[in-house]
């Protein structure tokens, strides 16, 4: 069988490293060629999964030319997903693009169209999609064993994204602080900021838990840190026909969740008609409420198996037959989470609440 061959384009965030590391330990995957215009930036790549030169490229065009890949894997600054997939798209690729989906809903949009012209596929990577609680947590919405979901609670973050690279090497307070002003991750117009960062993971996730469905108007409120142009902290309100939901995001918890779970926990607690869970990243069990047992069981989360552990295993099974991705990463669902953010983001903005986005 003739493998993927998957190409990894700009470096901007460090999980493309982390992606990179899923397609080098795919059996049906071949890193094909890696492209950046800061060499450095993939000095790490390089080395650990032994590419060579000839398969490094410092012009995009060039590297899609050249390796003719099946995939290309996107980790732009947020402020430039539309550009980058604009960029791509006409060379017939299908397309990986990291967490968040866009900087805005006009231009989710314009991916969406650039994609879809080419007859190719475009899926966005949420991480904690791949969280064995979270996919349990949802086996067990689909079973009923909570009812109708009417409420999803969540609440993420870190300690800050400079504070860590790939595989979650960690970096100094200290180092962080000074690389704050030179990190697209502090530029408004880059889409920096924590609500940007983690509010499409809760609203994305919680579309799926609630089925889909969409809420009626958003309030959100920011924080307005001394120095800085993007906010380390937001919570928001969403008001569905079915009652309240809350998704909050925080760079500057006490500690980071793969280390330590700080307090408040980093996940989710989703509250039915019949009972609820409490789903929290990295945890090996959930918590589960129902009429048959309110006084609540822990149950160990599922193992997640092939072709279904990460988002290259799944893309490639996707494209090989025909099966629909992983759902959180699917277009349709990121859209609504997409709306959730604008939607945010102007009522931050314009200290209301408004109307959901469309």
């Given at each position: ?71 290309a ?6 402020g ?13 690729t ?43 947590s ?5 079973e ?26 960690e ?22 900021g924590?609500?940007?960062?983690y ?113 290259i ?46």
């Amino acid at each position: 069988m003739q493998k993927f061959k998957v190409v990894g384009i700009n470096f901007d965030h460090m999980h493309m490293g982390d992606l990179l590391r899923r397609a080098f330990i795919h059996p049906d995957v071949e890193i094909a060629g890696i492209c950046d215009t800061r060499p450095d930036r993939m000095a790490s790549v390089i080395s650990n999964f032994d590419i060579p030169e000839d398969r490094v490229f410092s012009d995009y065009r060039q590297c899609l030319e050249v390796t003719q890949p099946d995939i290309a894997i996107l980790c732009p600054s947020t402020g430039t997903h539309a550009l980058w997939v604009e960029r791509v798209a006409p060379f017939g690729t299908h397309i990986l693009v990291e967490k968040p989906f866009a900087a805005s809903l006009a231009d989710a949009d314009a991916m969406i169209a650039a994609v879809t012209a080419t007859g190719k596929q475009m899926i966005i990577n949420w991480p904690l999609a791949w969280y064995p609680p979270h996919v349990t947590s949802k086996r067990l919405i689909d079973e009923g064993v909570i009812g109708d979901v009417l409420e999803v609670h969540y609440y993420d973050g870190n300690r800050g994204p400079l504070r860590h690279l790939a595989d979650k090497e960690e970096i100094s307070a200290e180092v962080a602080a000074q690389r704050k002003s030179e990190s697209w991750w502090y530029q408004a117009a880059q889409g920096g900021g924590s609500l940007r960062d983690y509010l499409g993971y809760g609203v994305t996730l919680g579309t799926w838990f609630h089925g889909g469905d969409k809420p009626i108007e958003v309030t959100t409120m920011v924080d307005e840190p001394l120095g800085l142009e993007v906010d380390e902290h937001s919570i928001t309100i969403a008001r569905y026909a079915k009652g309240l939901s809350k998704f909050e995001t925080r760079w500057g918890t006490f500690t980071d969740p793969w280390t330590h779970q700080p307090q408040p926990k980093c996940g989710f607690n989703i509250v039915g008609t019949k009972g609820t869970i409490s789903s929290y990243d990295y945890e090996p069990t959930i918590r589960v409420q129902t009429q048959a047992c309110p006084e609540g069981e822990v149950i160990p989360v599922d193992e997640l198996q092939p072709p279904n552990q990460d988002p290259i295993q799944n893309f490639v099974h996707s494209l090989r037959t025909g099966e629909p991705v992983h759902e959180p990463l699917s277009p349709a669902i990121c859209r609504i989470g997409q709306q959730i953010v604008d939607s945010a983001i102007l009522s931050a903005r314009e200290r209301r609440t408004v109307p959901l986005l469309e």
